[in-house]
């Protein structure tokens, strides 16, 4: 069992920063591969960014790639997501999510442990 908790979220105006964390009590976070997906008003769970067992392999979403950067510290349980170049769209609820074998990374129906979210807005 794993319970994953966000934080980090916020308000930034466009170019700027944030970093995003995901906490995951439980004995499996090793075991799992992590992910961000976000949510927006009226549309559906979009994938950001995953990061495998070790942190040896990272996936990215087409409109993140080269802004955003996930990565792991297993010692703490978790798991973050820097976001650079924040755009009014990217703002959203983001959600930390974990699976042990997602395969595709990219679909949210694979993960079994979910966050509450994160709030994140981006003012032009």
């Known amino acids: 069992q794993m319970q994953p908790v966000e934080s980090g979220g916020g308000t930034v105006q466009a170019g700027g920063s944030l970093r995003l964390s995901c906490t995951a009590s439980?004995?499996?976070?090793?075991?799992?591969?992590m992910a961000w997906f976000r949510q927006g008003p009226g549309q559906e769970r979009e994938f950001v960014a995953a990061?495998?067992?070790?942190?040896?392999?990272?996936h990215y979403g087409e409109s993140v790639k080269g802004r955003f950067t996930i990565s792991r510290d297993n010692a703490k349980s978790t798991v973050y997501l820097q976001m650079n170049s924040l755009k009014p769209e990217d703002t959203a609820v983001y959600l930390c999510?974990?699976?042990?074998?997602?395969?595709?990374?990219?679909?949210?129906?694979?993960?079994?442990?979910w966050g509450q979210g994160t709030q994140v807005t981006v003012s032009s």
């Open positions: 999510a974990g699976g042990l074998r997602p395969s595709p990374v990219t679909a949210a129906r694979l993960y079994s442990y």
């Open positions: 439980g004995r499996s976070f090793s075991d799992s591969v």
């Open positions: 990061i495998l067992w070790r942190g040896d392999a990272t």
